[in-house]
């Protein structure tokens, strides 16, 4: 004959208060770890002239690199001098072998400050836009 163990009610074991208030902060650590490099946008990298730099010539063509690849059909740039007028020859695009790259030619500029303003979408549909200066002396 078997004897049934008699039903003790289950102790409930207490956790440290610690571990209640913690646990929220490692769950939103947590997501904003795994998704922190699926939420970006295409940021500039960096350029060439640099920004804010000084030339002692004429850059032949602005460059700008950027984190995430570009879409090239809605990517533009754009260089103007002090007055507002455009001064590249209108040719800014992504460049064919290097998505994360935005380039446009320049003529031979004179002395003076000139602003690159450049717009981008990336090929997860996020706009990005700024501008920086140079100046050649």
Same mark, same amino acid.
């Given at each position: 004959?078997? !004897?049934? &163990?008699p039903e003790y009610p289950r102790a409930r074991v207490p956790r440290? @208060?610690?571990v209640k208030s913690i646990a929220p902060l490692v769950l939103v650590l947590a997501? !904003?770890?795994l998704t922190g490099t699926a939420a970006g946008h295409a940021m500039l990298q960096r350029t060439e002239p640099r /920004?804010?730099? @000084?030339?002692?010539r004429s850059p032949d063509e602005v460059k &700008?690199?950027?984190t995430e690849p570009l879409e090239p059909a809605y990517s533009s740039v754009r260089v103007v001098n002090d007055r507002g007028g455009q001064v590249d020859r209108g040719d800014? @695009? /992504?460049d064919r072998s290097n998505p994360l790259l935005l380039r446009v030619t320049l003529p031979a500029l004179p002395p003076g400050t000139y602003r690159v303003r450049? @717009?981008?979408l990336s090929i997860d549909a996020d706009v990005t836009e700024g501008g920086f200066a140079f100046r050649v002396e």
């Open positions: 004959m078997v !004897c049934p &163990l440290p @208060r610690f997501v !904003c770890a /920004v804010e730099s @000084r030339v002692k &700008l690199y950027f800014g @695009r /992504v450049w @717009r981008v």
